[in-house]
């Protein structure tokens, strides 16, 4: 794998002060990066259903649902 050389530095000062592996820093990253991108497809698939729930089939929807809640805060 190679990554751009500030990136390499970030990692390399990173492993220094913990002092530990850059390999150990660069794991604990990717590890951290793919828990996270689960957590959004989880977070964006709730909403996929939460929205078929509701009849929400596109921006419009979403533009028009906005409007009537705004509207009825008035």
């Known amino acids: 794998m190679s990554v751009p050389l500030g990136l390499y530095k970030a ?8 002092k530990v592996p850059k390999s ?5 990253s990717l590890e951290q990066y793919i828990v996270s991108e689960r957590n959004w497809q989880d977070i ?3 909403g996929e259903r ?15 649902l906005v409007e009537e809640y705004r509207n009825e805060q008035r």
């Open 11 to 18: 990692v390399e000062q990173i492993a220094e002060q913990r």
């Open 24 to 28: 150990e820093v660069l794991k604990d």
């Open 44 to 46: 964006y698939q709730a």
């Open 50 to 64: 939460s929205a078929q729930k509701l009849g929400i089939k596109g921006e419009k929807d979403v533009e028009r």
